[in-house]
């Protein structure tokens, strides 16, 4: 489905990322695996350094420290957020919406639009969609957008295939009503039928948690997890994405009516450095448009990565110069979207540690 | 291309190789060795291949020759 909007823009990125830092090589025993050949994994798939949570930290507690520190630094005034829309697969309680728990602890005003949806990589750009509709509204002229995601805590740490890329992160969005804007092009794309590709089958109101959704199976691969873990079959994943990811690209580009050429960066969701790096192979676009080097640094954060990758990247470039850049997203549901929008002349864009 | 030899020699497992040797011959040749190829030409040389060039080089000297070729 193609979407179109008009007269919006990004005014600022934060991300924040939790203070514990867990390298590759010292996990490298928990996989049943030879030591040879967890080093290939390492310099195909980019596995090097991650960021989890300490063990009590909620996507709450990340959302509201890097809101503070904007409030605190001037960045963002709290009685001009007209809505919070929270992106996450790892909310704090069932009930209520983690994005009201946030309104609570900041003490935000009640004339705001709380909401929190339900996606993962593909994520970052259903966010930005929704802050778009409702700038729509004449009573809303700045949106919060949070992506946040700690799914370390649900990945077994016996599975190579997900835990060393998984990591945890939150960003924050500032998305605002823009009368000079430029159109921005948009697509969302739904297959239900691979929803199996990607879950965690236990631990929610179908299939509680038990004894029996505790207990370890080994996969054909050797990879120990549970049914309350997170279960990917990778190579379904790894088809789908090379399947479905460069006609979207195309089909969203032919809509705007530019080349690639004219694109500045394509900032894709960052599963992992190989399928990135493949995605620009198929695309024939050079790794300098298309950066790939999230993993190695941060982990994997579900909708998180395109947020982090902008701002790992062009942090201080996107302050003073204007880009336009091709966002993309691909994950569970099955779910997969894009953006193509400028971005440029940020109030801020980095990226904090917790504490 | 030193660096070439010592990278296949970890990447093969091997202590020591020949140029003639063919990929498949060697007992650690399998997918995930052939992408770790992918990816150290990629960070090494900055070429892209494929999965599939890099099984039809063959041997070694094959591979050798068709990472020189885009170069």
């Excluded at chain 1, 930290?57 to 605190?72: A, K, P, Q």
């Amino acid at each position: 489905m193609n979407l179109k909007f008009r007269n919006k823009k990004i005014t600022g990125i934060l991300s924040v990322m939790p203070e514990n830092e867990i390298q590759f090589d010292d996990e490298i025993e928990n996989y049943n695996f030879s030591r040879q050949q967890s080093m290939k994994l390492k310099l195909v798939m980019g596995f090097d350094k991650r960021r989890v949570v300490s063990k009590g930290t909620g996507i709450s507690d990340l959302c509201v420290f890097g809101l503070n520190y904007l409030i605190d630094h001037g960045l963002l005034k709290k009685e001009e957020i007209d809505a919070l829309v929270l992106v996450t697969q790892s909310p704090d309680y069932f009930m209520p919406a983690t994005s009201h728990i946030i309104h609570g602890k900041l003490g935000l005003k009640h004339d705001v639009y709380c909401t929190d949806i339900s996606q993962g990589c593909a994520g970052y750009s259903f966010g930005l969609n929704k802050a778009f509709m409702l700038l729509e509204q004449e009573e809303i002229n700045k949106v919060v957008v949070l992506n946040a995601d700690i799914l370390s805590t649900k990945v077994s740490h016996k599975d190579r295939s997900s835990a060393p890329l998984t990591g945890d992160a939150a960003a924050i969005t500032i998305v605002e009503n823009d009368p000079e804007g430029e159109v921005i092009y948009g697509s969302v794309k739904a297959d239900g039928s691979g929803s199996d590709a990607l879950i965690i089958p236990a631990g929610a109101f179908k299939m509680p948690s038990s004894e029996e959704t505790g207990v370890l199976e080994v996969d054909k691969s050797g990879n120990e997890k549970s049914m309350d873990h997170f279960n990917m079959k990778g190579d379904e994943v790894f088809n789908f994405v090379q399947r479905e990811v460069p006609p979207m690209i195309e089909n969203l580009l032919a809509k705007a009516g530019v080349s690639k050429d004219d694109v500045d960066f394509f900032m894709f969701h960052q599963p992992n450095k190989f399928m990135v790096q493949q995605l620009s192979r198929m695309m024939e676009i050079p790794e300098s448009k298309m950066p790939n080097n999230l993993v190695e640094n941060f982990g994997n954060a579900n909708s998180v990565t395109i947020p982090n990758l902008i701002a790992h990247n062009l942090s201080d470039r996107i302050k003073e110069e204007s880009f336009r850049i091709c966002v993309a997203g691909f994950g569970n549901g099955l779910s997969w979207s894009s953006l193509l929008i400028s971005m440029g002349q940020l109030d801020f864009c980095e990226i904090i540690d917790y504490k | 291309m030193e660096k070439y030899i010592n990278t296949m020699k970890e990447l093969l497992e091997v202590d020591d190789l020949d140029l003639n040797d063919e990929l498949s011959s060697f007992d650690a040749w399998d997918s995930l060795t052939n992408l770790s190829v992918l990816a150290f030409c990629s960070s090494e040389y900055g070429i892209s291949l494929t999965a599939d060039e890099i099984e039809e080089a063959k041997t070694l000297k094959g591979l050798k020759e068709l990472i020189e070729s885009r170069q």
